[in-house]
């Protein structure tokens, strides 16, 4: 059973900073695309940073500059750090692993969630 699971959500004031972690388990997302979406209330789910096998990464506009990505593959983990939050950053932070799998007849593709951790900021 594949499962992605968050940590270090939590309460933290306005220009403060936050990690959160992601561990995977029961696959192996070496090859994939990994990352952080985040939902506020009311809102639609929303990308937050992606960083693929070989390092790139990608951020929102929003986020550029205080955020960053990183990847551990040896222990199928996946961090944020976030750093100069705002209260705008208020949300249910999402830990997504994207499975592209490409063959000569088709093309698969499958996204894994975690189940989120919440990140309040308080102005």
């Known amino acids: 059973q594949v499962q992605l699971v968050e940590s270090g959500g939590g309460l933290v004031q306005d220009g403060g900073s936050l990690r959160l972690s992601c561990t995977a388990s029961g696959r192996d997302f070496v090859r994939d695309v990994m990352g952080w979406y985040r939902q506020a209330p009311g809102k639609q789910r929303e990308l937050v940073a992606t960083m693929t096998r070989s390092g790139a990464a990608s951020y929102a506009d929003s986020v550029m500059d205080r955020f960053t990505i990183s990847r551990d593959i040896a222990e199928n983990r996946v961090y944020l750090l976030m750093s100069r939050l705002k209260p705008e950053d208020t949300a249910v932070y999402y830990c997504?692993?994207?499975?592209?799998?490409?063959?000569?007849?088709?093309?698969?593709?499958?996204?894994?969630w975690g189940q989120g951790t919440q990140v309040t900021v308080s102005s």
């Open positions: 997504n692993a994207h499975v592209k799998i490409v063959t000569i007849e088709r093309v698969t593709e499958q996204d894994y």
